[in-house]
Each structure stands twice: as structure tokens, then as C-alpha cells.
């Protein structure tokens, strides 16, 4: 059945194929972005999808957000939080900064997201949630003691959500993905990189789309029996 779906940083990289699978599966489909309106605006045209600027960590701007999607498209079944950022630095390195930034744009922004949508997915009752985590939050990264810690945080809420969603006809699931070849994972010091590709037993980066097609298992609206779960894609690099 077709449903309203909306993906958060869904102009680029991971989001942007997780946008375009929803899409092609029918799916009347918003992508939200932060700041590139130049890459928001080719998305736009090369897609179709309709994107919308705000910033996830921001809990008042998501709930405007929010508002605008659903008057434009309707209720929103299908909630796909993908939006992160990196500010890798080891611990004696790190600012405030780096740490609150990161913390709030991955993590935060699942509770503002959530809390935005699960008020009418229960009285619906129906709702698909997938958190994208990391395979850094399930086995922590040198330099990256921020991300792993809200990567990590958000299986722990995926987990809790679920139990509450579960009654309700909500599923709650996230995807660790392993190293994707995005500008996320190309802004790693090459020779770092290189080490990195070296311990994935499938030899190769995954692909954006590797990540899209289990996003659309996970929404399929016979995929009800399955939430709380943490499906890793990750080429065999970590086995969890
Ligand atoms: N394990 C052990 N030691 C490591 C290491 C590792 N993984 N990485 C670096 N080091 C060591 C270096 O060998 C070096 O040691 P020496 O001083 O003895 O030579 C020391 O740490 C300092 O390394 P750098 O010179 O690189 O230090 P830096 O302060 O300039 O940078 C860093 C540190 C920011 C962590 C940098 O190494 C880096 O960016 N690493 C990549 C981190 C990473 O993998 N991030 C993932 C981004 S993609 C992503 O997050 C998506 C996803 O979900 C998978």
C-alpha cells in the first residue's frame, strides 16, 4: 500500500537512495536536508521528491518541519531517520562543540523526529520507524567517541520505542550500516581508509543502495512481526 514516507537527510548519500527506493516502491516521498540547498535543489529536480530544510537537531523547527510535510502530503507513516554527521577527533582533541553536535544531530534528532509523529502513527495505528545507527556504535571507532556514543544511543531508543510501538501496529528498527561509500566515509584520511577496507570481508565499501533495499524490507507493511531488531549491513566487518 502506498504510504507517506519521510526521510531525514534524504538529498545525499544514504538518504538520497533510501528517498528514491521509497519512491520507486510508490510511496509518496519527502526528503529533509539541513544546509546544501544547491544538492537539495538537483535532488529535487533529478527525483521529483520534494525536500525540505531544517535542521533535526532543532526540536522546534523539526515539529514546523513536520507540519509542513504533512499538509502537504498527509499523515506521515514512515519515518526514516537518517540524518548524522561526523566531528571526528580523539578524546583529548574533542571540543564541547564536537560533542553536542554530534550528540544532537544523530540522537537528539530521533526524539524530535519521533515525538513529532507517534501521536497520529497511534491513533492510525500504523507507523514504520527505521533509525539508521552505525557499526561504529556497536563496536566504538578510535577518534569517533562522540559518534559511537549517539549511534549506540540510538539502538538502545530503538529498542524502547518498539515495545512501545508494538500494541499499536508501530514497528521500531534500526540498520547499522558498515563503511558506505559517501562523503562521510571519503573524508577519511586515505591511508586510514585503506586499513578500514582491508578488514570488511566482502571487500568492497558498501554502497548507498545496499542500505536503501533494507530500508524497504523494514516498511514493508507485512514486515509487522519484526521490530526492535538491529539488521547490520556491513560487508562482515563486525558480526554482532
Ligand atoms: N586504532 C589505533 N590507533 C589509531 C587508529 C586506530 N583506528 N587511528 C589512528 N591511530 C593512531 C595513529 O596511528 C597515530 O599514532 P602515532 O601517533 O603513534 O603515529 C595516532 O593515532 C594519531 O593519529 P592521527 O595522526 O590520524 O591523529 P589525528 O588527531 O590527526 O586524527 C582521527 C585522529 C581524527 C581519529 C583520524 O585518525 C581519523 O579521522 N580517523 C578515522 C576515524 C573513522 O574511521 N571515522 C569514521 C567516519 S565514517 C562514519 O562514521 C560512517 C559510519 O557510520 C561507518
Redesign the pocket.
Given at each position: 500500500m502506498a504510504r507517506v514516507a519521510l526521510v531525514t537527510g534524504g538529498t545525499r548519500g544514504i538518504g538520497r537512495a533510501i528517498a528514491e527506493r521509497l519512491k520507486a516502491a510508490g510511496h509518496k516521498v519527502a526528503a529533509n536536508y539541513a544546509r546544501d540547498h544547491a544538492a537539495a535543489q538537483t535532488f529535487q529536480r533529478e527525483t521529483g521528491i520534494p525536500a525540505y530544510s531544517w535542521d533535526v537537531a532543532d526540536h522546534a523547527a523539526c515539529e514546523a518541519g513536520i507540519a509542513k510535510v504533512v499538509a502537504d502530503l498527509g499523515p506521515i507513516e514512515i519515518l526514516i531517520n537518517n540524518a548524522g554527521i561526523?566531528r571526528?577527533?580523539?578524546m583529548h582533541?574533542m571540543s564541547v562543540e564536537g560533542w553536542r553536535d554530534v550528540v544532537d544531530t544523530n540522537l537528539t534528532s530521533c526524539f524530535n523526529m519521533c515525538r513529532q509523529v507517534i501521536d497520529s502513527m497511534r491513533q492510525r495505528g500504523f507507523g514504520r520507524i527505521v533509525n539508521v545507527g552505525?557499526?561504529?556504535g556497536q563496536a566504538g571507532?578510535?577518534?569517533?567517541v562522540n559518534?559511537a556514543a549517539a549511534k549506540s544511543g540510538i539502538h538502545g531508543f530503538t529498542k524502547a520505542l518498539a515495545q512501545e510501538g508494538a500494541a499499536k501496529g508501530i514497528t521500531v528498527n534500526a540498520i547499522a550500516?558498515?563503511?558506505v561509500d559517501t562523503d562521510?566515509?571519503r573524508a577519511?584520511?586515505p591511508a586510514?581508509l585503506e586499513k578500514?577496507i582491508a578488514r570488511i570481508p566482502v571487500g568492497r565499501l558498501g554502497r548507498a543502495e545496499d542500505i536503501a533495499r533494507t530500508v524497504l524490507f523494514l516498511v514493508a507493511d507485512d514486515a509487522d512481526f519484526i521490530t526492535g531488531s538491529t539488521i547490520s549491513v556491513n560487508g562482515g566487518q563486525h558480526m554482532y
Open positions: 561526523t571526528d577527533a580523539t582533541k552505525s557499526i561504529n571507532q578510535y577518534g569517533q559518534y550500516p558498515g563503511y562521510m566515509v577519511v584520511p586510514v578500514i
